[in-house]
């Protein structure tokens, strides 16, 4: 099983990105999916889930309203739509199969695998 996180980039505040994330070696519309994101000298914060087909997403405080994380299943892709974006969004971005619990539990440890993170930065 393998993911692979893209779209990253250098934006200015207030743009927009969309994050990619291809996976390949399962079938995603087995598991729900999340993203997390790394800044520097901080740790990693799951910031967005979504159940195996689509039908529900969970966010966290930070990125509510700006954030939208989408899927879909038929290419085997999870995406991340950014938009209105802050300097404080600067961080290094994962995809990541949730293996247990509900969507709003963004634990790391209930995650795996991990993708090869995409690298977002935010001018100000």
């Known amino acids: 099983v393998q993911l692979q996180a893209s779209g990253g980039g250098l934006v200015q505040t207030g743009g927009s990105l969309r994050l990619s994330c291809a996976v390949s070696?399962?079938?995603?519309?087995?598991?729900?999916m999340s993203w997390f994101r790394q800044a520097p000298g901080r740790k990693r914060e799951g910031i967005a889930s979504?159940?195996?087909?689509?039908?529900?997403?969970y966010y966290a405080a930070s990125v509510q309203g700006r954030f939208t994380i989408s899927r879909d299943n038929a290419k085997n892709t999870l995406y991340l739509q950014m938009n209105d974006l802050k300097p404080v969004d600067t961080a290094v971005y994962y995809c990541?199969?949730?293996?247990?619990?509900?969507?709003?539990?963004?634990?790391?440890?209930?995650?795996?695998?991990w993708g090869r993170g995409t690298q977002v930065t935010v001018s100000s």
């Open positions: 990541a199969r949730k293996d247990v619990g509900a969507i709003d539990e963004l634990i790391e440890e209930m995650h795996d695998p």
């Open positions: 070696g399962i079938g995603t519309g087995h598991y729900a």
């Open positions: 979504i159940t195996s087909k689509g039908g529900s997403t």
